[in-house]
């Protein structure tokens, strides 16, 4: 090697090692001047070359001394804190921290105080864009942009968000159920009264989620396994339904969505020149899985700019493309766009492009689909793992519906009645435990310091400053929920605990009078979604701050009474006339199962209780949180007055 070349090498290190120790040294001063506790880390724990090796390294650097990387390795793990949960912030004695690395500053915390803070505050603590590459790469929208952008995108996509297509959400969430429970019975289950044992729960309720919101949110009718297209759909949409790649299409619309979700990092990370060619089945995947999903989305973009022109009425459901395609197509816009000046109004001077339609549709299939499929997939096995809620649960389904045929139930007459009940309990209590978004990323403002009060003291936050509001953590933060002693593992708080009994307690004495001396911060705009409750008075209602599954304050979910509402109905169709039971087939087959007493019976499915818990605390959120590489929790279903477990009122 010349010379000159390792002069080249010699000079280019030196000033990538002063880049570094410039960078290093700059955040830990800001980290040290807010008065908060921070932790010194050497890489930013969110670079994307760090969580794509991490499992290479952490092996590596726990071969070093512990006291070098003892305090602060947690927090370079993604997903630490559903893993870890109170550990290191007890540790820490902190409900707030800095984390400061060369690249990068920011705040963690899991206080309700701080998290009500930043969710009502939007101007100062905007949403931190630059972590939502990944949902943006079909397109700009309603998720991943901030200011007038968003204003526009929210003003666009929340008007689909209405209680008459939450009714409507209501009666194709019961229909899908019913789909689900056909497909998991099979003829012969009809016959038995029991399923064999599932082990596609996860991905049977994505099915079930994703054909909601392909129907009440784009009119598509997707099918399970079996079932058969209805005669009266429109044929341009039939196609989006076949069971079958349709002309012209290598996959069809649902694999192509599940191949573009499934592989969506490699999406973002290769392009499509590169995919195409590596030789991996990872790659062919992902070529294949987006290649298809855009080509579908530019489909039923140009069919619905066509029949937009051509004036078609919008359809029944919320119709999102229609309601999207009609803001930049529609007559009122092109009078909009051609005046465009409305004043005082950003938003009327610009609108969606379309890219901008394609990925705000991106989005809410996605949004819609994942989450809910997951809390319906969690709350499935919470309810097999723990028969005395599920028990509960049945008895109030009883008495709200008796024995009435689901297709008859109504939204308007039974929603809150159902919302209010365990079955909405349930539903919160698995939001508590597993929620699927289980970091909501924040940042202050680029341009300006932010304070914050903390515990009647005053902090200042520099500029730019990332914030990562840790929603699973403060979901069982034991200063912000009443607790007990743990009945079932003896642990000095039940935070840990599944127990929808929980929502019943007693209102916390103050979290009233918390909610009325917000006045100053509370975001009064309305950005659409529902404004109601699905509260009754007399129930548990957290500490603002302390509960956030969907967010809060104007960045708040969008389909959170969409979601609610479909949970509520399924878990009522089920209930209504099924119970969930671990399958315990990894231990004992039918035959002996049958033979045993009564105890062992008990002590066996306390095994497959055991494991349940053990697999779910194994989750992790690529999107969201839930089970990867092919973990599950086995479970069977069967006609209530079948159980072999469950109605043992001893566990
Ligand atoms: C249990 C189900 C769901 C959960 C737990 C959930 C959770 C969340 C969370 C935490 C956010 C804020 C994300 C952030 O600030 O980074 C969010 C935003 C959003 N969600 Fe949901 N969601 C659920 C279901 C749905 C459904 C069914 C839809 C639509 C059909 C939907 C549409 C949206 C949209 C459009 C946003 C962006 C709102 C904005 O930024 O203005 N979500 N959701
Ligand atoms: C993909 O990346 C390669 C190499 O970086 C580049 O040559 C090619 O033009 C890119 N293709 C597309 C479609 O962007
Ligand atoms: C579910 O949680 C919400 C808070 O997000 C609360 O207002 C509601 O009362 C809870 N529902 C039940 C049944 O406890």
Redesign the pocket.
């Known amino acids: 090697m010349s010379f000159a070349v390792l002069a080249a090498v010699g000079v280019a290190l030196a000033a990538a090692t002063y880049t570094y120790v410039l960078g290093l040294y700059k955040n830990v001063a800001k980290a040290r001047k807010t008065g908060l506790p921070y932790l010194v880390v050497p890489i930013s724990p969110i670079n994307l070359a760090w969580q794509l090796t991490f499992t290479f390294w952490v092996p590596l650097i726990k071969l070093l001394p512990k006291s070098l990387w003892e305090n602060w390795l947690f927090v370079m793990i993604p997903e630490w804190a559903y893993h870890t949960g109170q550990t290191h912030w007890d540790r820490l004695g902190a409900e707030s921290f800095l984390v400061a690395s060369p690249g990068h500053l920011a705040l963690y915390t899991q206080s309700a105080e701080v998290i009500h803070q930043v969710t009502q505050r939007r101007e100062a603590f905007p ?1 931190n864009i630059a972590q ?1 590459g990944i949902l943006e790469m079909f397109g700009r929208n ?2 991943t942009t901030e200011g007038a952008v ?1 204003r526009l995108h ?1 003003k666009i ?1 929340s008007a689909s ?1 209405n209680e008459k297509n939450a009714a409507h959400t209501f009666a194709q969430a019961i229909h899908q159920t019913k789909g689900m429970l056909d497909m998991w019975f099979g003829p012969d289950g009809a016959k038995t009264g029991t399923t064999g044992t599932i082990r596609s729960l996860e991905h049977d309720t994505m099915t079930w989620a994703l054909n909601i ?1 392909g129907y009440v ?1 784009f009119g598509l009718r997707l099918l399970w396994p079996g079932e058969t297209m209805p005669k009266d759909i429109d044929p341009k949409l039939a196609k989006y339904g076949s069971l079958n790649p349709p002309a012209g299409h290598s996959l069809t619309f649902a694999d192509s969505l599940a191949k573009t979700l499934e592989r969506i990092v490699a999406i973002l990370v290769y392009n499509e020149t590169i995919l195409r060619l590596l030789p991996f089945k990872f790659a062919k995947e992902a070529y294949q899985g987006k290649r298809n999903y855009l080509q579908y989305m530019d489909e039923f973009l140009r069919d619905k700019i066509d029949e937009t022109r051509r004036g078609v009425p919008q359809r029944e459901g919320m119709d999102i493309m229609g309601q999207l395609v009609q803001s930049s197509y529609g007559s009122e816009s092109k009078k909009a766009g051609s005046t465009g000046t409305t004043k005082g109004d950003p938003t009327s001077t610009f609108k969606l492009s379309d890219a901008d339609i394609i990925g705000n549709a991106f ?2 299939i996605v ?3 994942e ?2 499929a997951n ?1 319906l997939h969690f709350a499935l096995v919470e309810l097999a793992t723990n028969p005395s809620t599920q028990r509960r649960l049945q008895q109030e389904v009883d008495a709200l519906f008796g024995d009435s045929d689901p297709s008859t139930w109504e939204y308007e007459k039974n929603i809150n009645a159902l919302l209010a009940s365990h079955v909405g309990a349930t539903v919160n209590e698995t ?1 508590r435990l597993v ?3 289980t970091v ?2 924040k940042v202050v403002t680029p341009d300006a310091e932010q304070t914050l009060r903390i515990d009647g003291r005053t902090y200042v936050l520099p500029p730019g400053l990332a914030i990562s509001l840790v ?1 699973v953590c403060a979901h069982r933060n034991p200063r912000w929920w009443p607790t007990r002693p743990s009945e079932r593992t003896g642990a000095p708080t039940d935070l840990d605990d599944f127990l929808p009994e929980r929502w019943y307690r007693t209102a916390r004495d103050g979290s009233r009078e918390a909610e009325e001396e917000d006045g100053d911060i509370v975001d009064k705009g309305d ?1 659409g979604g529902f404004q109601g409750s699905d509260v009754a008075a007399s129930l548990y209602r957290p500490v603002r701050g302390s509960y ?4 809060d304050g ?7 009474r ?2 609610m509402v ?2 509520g109905a399924v878990l009522a169709v089920i209930f209504q006339r099924y119970s969930i039971e671990l399958a315990v087939d990894e231990w004992a087959d039918d035959g002996e199962v049958e033979a045993m007493t009564p105890a062992q019976r008990r002590a066996l499915y306390r095994k497959a209780q055991h494991k349940s818990r053990e697999t779910i605390r194994g989750a992790n959120s690529v999107l969201t949180l839930k089970l990867h590489g092919g973990a599950h929790v086995p479970v069977r279903l069967v006609r209530r007055g079948r159980e072999r477990f469950v109605s043992d009122p001893e566990l």
Request: proline share 12%; glycine share 8%; hydrophobic share 45%.
């Open positions: 949403k939502y309603v998720l968003w929210r996509t968000f919101i949110g989005i809410m949004a819609g689909h989450t809910t809390t939001l929620p699927p978004v909501i990323p929603a950005y956030v599954p969907f967010s104007p960045r708040s979910c969008l389909g959170r969409i979601a479909e949970m």
